[in-house]
């Protein structure tokens, strides 16, 4: 854990190949029970259900912690991290035009959020 947010790591045949972690959303205290994730897989560890099991585990944590909302956010040309994030649950509720740049050129940035149910 990293300021009270945790950090998973996945490994294969004894090799790091991705991480998943959240953090807050925004500073001001009106977001504190929204947290946004990040997710990484080297191409090696994709396909393979631990992103999956990753994120059921962070969604979990999130849940336990008593988050709200876990937003996601990623390039709106990245079809597969979309799909994957509509597969647990999530909806898209924003787009951005051109507010990031990489390689070169501008991105644009698509926010989708997942509303977290206490267990009961």
């Known amino acids: 854990m990293k300021d009270g947010y945790p950090i998973l790591v996945a490994e ?6 991705g991480y998943a972690t959240f953090g807050r959303f925004r ?35 999130a849940t336990d912690k008593g988050f709200h909302v876990m937003i996601a956010g ?16 999530f909806k898209e509720v924003a787009r951005f035009s051109e507010v990031g740049f990489k390689f070169g050129k ?6 989708m959020q997942l509303i977290l149910e206490p267990k009961r």
Do not use: C
């Open 106 to 111: 501008w991105l644009n940035l698509v926010f």
């Open 27 to 61: 500073a001001k205290p009106g977001y504190d029970k929204t947290i946004e994730h990040s997710i990484y897989l080297t191409q090696k560890a994709q396909s393979k259900g631990l992103g999956t099991e990753m994120m059921r585990q962070l969604i979990d944590i």
């Open 12 to 17: 294969l045949d004894a090799d790091v190949v």
């Open 74 to 89: 990623m390039d709106s040309e990245n079809t597969g991290s979309y799909q994957f994030h509509e597969r647990l649950g």
